[in-house]
């Protein structure tokens, strides 16, 4: 029987309920990130060598291995949840196996294998079993369209955390500053491209910073912006006559052929025209049998912070970053109580129009520094602009806590047990409540989250935080 949420506006009031208490208390810097992913756990970082995961769907903690980060675990200290997890080339193969070159080392049943080449390729499957430890055989619940075969290539859909440490000085040669966690293989691995970080993105990290993502995969399946089927490709384009695109409205934007010639290829759409996607060389060109999705860009995180206006972009692929040039900067450098969400599920129609896009085209960030200012920048053009919105009048600062779901960003203002909710399509900020639990001191370091419940149709939300200077945690159903 599929959950029906009862709760009415007015008739109900929002209540905050008491979850498992963090296995420690909030302090500077220590910080949660927040994994949309499947079971959507939570990775709480404590410091520089201690970090523990939150699985909502059982509300408990557990330790990790410790990140072993270098620089200083201080104001700066950011990260930020993709959907990628470990790739590779299969060892062999049945309708409904693979044999993966990798070593696994947790049950992903539930969890999604996506072919990207050679036999299959295309097939996105879910994991029915897996075996743990070298060459892991991978067990899917539907057969594959083609047996997997020594020349199949896949990834595998699975929670990767990516962070990066505060440094005081030039971070341009220190190691392990910047690192991802693994779900699958549970190992803590270097980002960087060598010995020394040097592609750190900014001389120093500090005050305050944001890592923000671009995932293609959110829960259990692909978000599709556009979708459709070729009329004709190059080498270089993919062509469907039947659109009306904005010129450049894909740029940074991912395209996924999903079936026919060339299925399982992704690329970066570097510009577009009103028909025609401009992207790197296919392997296999696509042609009127092919069809395709437009995502989220699974290769790029953006870095903002550290009291300037520079924006950083990190290529996963790459191992570099970028630094990016606007053609029209920040108005001013974001502060404490800055903000950073891409914004990829707004309902309203002008947001989700093909021809037009705005969902998965912009970053929205508060700037905090005890000011209300709000900016946003715009992936595809690589411009920011100040956002105007009423009555923009509340200020953020230390202990400012932010979550991004759909049509809303929410905000615990300070310490203040206040919390507001701005709605982006509407550019309007309300009050959202407040609750009644003790707070301590305002500390900088965002500690909120939002975990949905899905039935069939049905979602309901939670947005979860941990107080300030606290092992407290609470949550709310968004009604």
Request: with cysteine; proline share 3%; charged share 15%.
């Amino acid at each position: 029987m599929t959950t029906t949420n009862g709760n009415r506006k007015i008739l109900d009031l929002k209540r905050w309920e008491v979850a498992a208490p963090a296995p420690t208390a909030t302090a500077a810097a220590r910080f949660v990130v927040s994994s949309r992913h499947y079971r959507q756990q939570q990775l709480y970082v404590e410091s520089a060598t201690a970090a523990w995961m939150y699985l909502p769907e059982e509300d408990g903690w557990t330790a990790l291995a410790s990140p072993a980060l270098a620089g200083t675990f201080a104001a700066g200290a950011c990260g930020t949840a993709t959907a990628i997890g470990p790739s590779g080339t299969a060892t062999a193969g049945t309708t409904t196996t693979l044999t993966t070159n990798l070593t696994l080392a947790r049950d992903l049943r539930g969890y999604k294998i996506h072919l990207t080449g050679g036999p299959g390729a295309g097939d996105v499957r879910t994991i029915a079993s897996n075996t743990i430890g070298t060459n892991s055989v991978i067990t899917v619940t539907s057969a594959f369209s083609s047996t997997p075969t020594t020349s199949t290539t896949y990834r595998l859909l699975t929670p990767r955390w990516y962070v990066l440490n505060a440094v005081t000085a030039s971070g341009t040669t220190t190691a392990n500053l910047f690192k991802f966690y693994c779900f699958a293989l549970n190992t803590w691995t270097s980002a960087e491209t060598g010995a020394t970080d040097g592609v750190a993105p900014a001389a120093v990290i500090g005050t305050d910073s944001r890592l923000v993502h671009t995932p293609s995969f959110s829960d259990d399946d692909f978000v599709s912006f556009a979708t459709g089927t070729a009329t004709s490709a190059t080498g270089t384009t993919l062509v469907n006559s039947a659109k009306t695109w904005t010129t450049n409205q894909w740029t940074n934007y991912q395209v996924r052929i999903t079936g026919g010639t060339g299925a399982g290829q992704v690329r970066t759409i570097s510009s577009n025209t009103s028909t025609t996607l401009t992207v790197p060389t296919w392997t296999t060109t696509p042609d009127n049998t092919s069809t395709y999705s437009i995502e989220g860009c699974d290769d790029f995180i953006y870095y903002m912070g550290s009291n300037a206006v520079t924006l950083y972009r990190y290529s996963i692929s790459g191992g570099t970053w970028t630094t990016l040039s606007p053609t029209v900067a920040r108005g001013a450098a974001p502060g404490i109580g800055m903000s950073g969400h891409w914004v990829w599920g707004c309902t309203k129609t002008d947001w989700t129009d093909e021809s037009n896009i705005q969902n998965g085209r912009y970053i929205y960030s508060f700037r905090g520094a005890g000011g209300a200012l709000l900016d946003r920048y715009d992936i595809a053009l690589n411009t920011w602009s100040a956002v105007s919105y009423a009555p923009a009048v509340e200020t953020f600062t230390t202990g400012t806590k932010w979550v991004y779901n759909s049509d809303y960003i929410y905000a615990q203002k300070d310490a203040t047990n206040r919390w507001v909710r701005y709605s982006i399509p509407e550019a309007n900020m309300d009050g959202w409540g407040q609750f009644f639990y003790t707070q301590g001191a305002a500390v900088l370091g965002d500690t909120a989250f939002d975990v949905t419940y899905h039935d069939g149709a049905v979602d309901i939300t939670f947005i979860h935080m941990l107080l300030n200077t606290s092992t407290t945690h609470i949550r709310q159903m968004v009604i």
